[in-house]
């Protein structure tokens, strides 16, 4: 059996650009949005919950940014023209981020993977994994703003598979945590050297 191929899916490799940030401060970055090991057990259960509804939660969230032409507009030219190609690669791998999200450890390379997909929406990256021409950044404020839909519409989604409400609660306030936490290692190439 061959494992298909998610273009520009880099985990784990060398193209993957290194976090500037150690293991340790990483430690001191999960305390400081209360992550611990009773997320990592309720991400597990999420992730059991949400592999087999990946397609829906990205139908809600295309559909958000579809209906927004501000937000539209980091997947057009700058000109109106949006490339359909780059959505439909993107949105596989927003698609493996939900379950890397819930499965994967959190360790060296799943680190330095998130510092990548910060590179990836600044302009040190953006737009070189799909050979798009595209507009060349995303602006930061949105991607602190994004931190509000990203997690509430999820809680729809860990609640279709019976689970009791403190279990959805469990496993939404870990998503919730894991969000901001990549957010902020995301942030890395937007503030000034020194300040991150
Ligand atoms: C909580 C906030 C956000 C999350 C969780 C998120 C998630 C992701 C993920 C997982 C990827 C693919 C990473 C990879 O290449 O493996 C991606 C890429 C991308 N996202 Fe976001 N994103 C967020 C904010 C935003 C915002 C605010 C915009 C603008 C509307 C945006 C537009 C894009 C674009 C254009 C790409 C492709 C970047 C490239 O050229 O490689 N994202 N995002």
Redesign the pocket.
Known sequence: MTTPVLP???YGTAQVTPSPLSLADFELLKQAVLFGPDDERYLRMAGDVLADQIDDVLDVWYGF?GSHPH?????TDGQGNLSRD?VAA?RR??G??ILDTCRRPYDQAWLD?AH??GL??HRS??????H?V?VSH?HFR??V???YP?TATIKPFLAKKGHSAEEVEGMYQAWFKS?VM??ALWSAPYVLPGDF
Request: charged share 20%; net charge positive; glycine share 2%.
């Open positions: 520009g899916y880099d940014v937000l539209v507009y980091y997947f780059y993107v791998r927003f493996q981020w993977y990548e997909i990836r929406h990256k953006k737009n070189q994994t799909d798009i595209a995303v949105y991607m703003a994004f931190i990203i969000v990549q957010v």
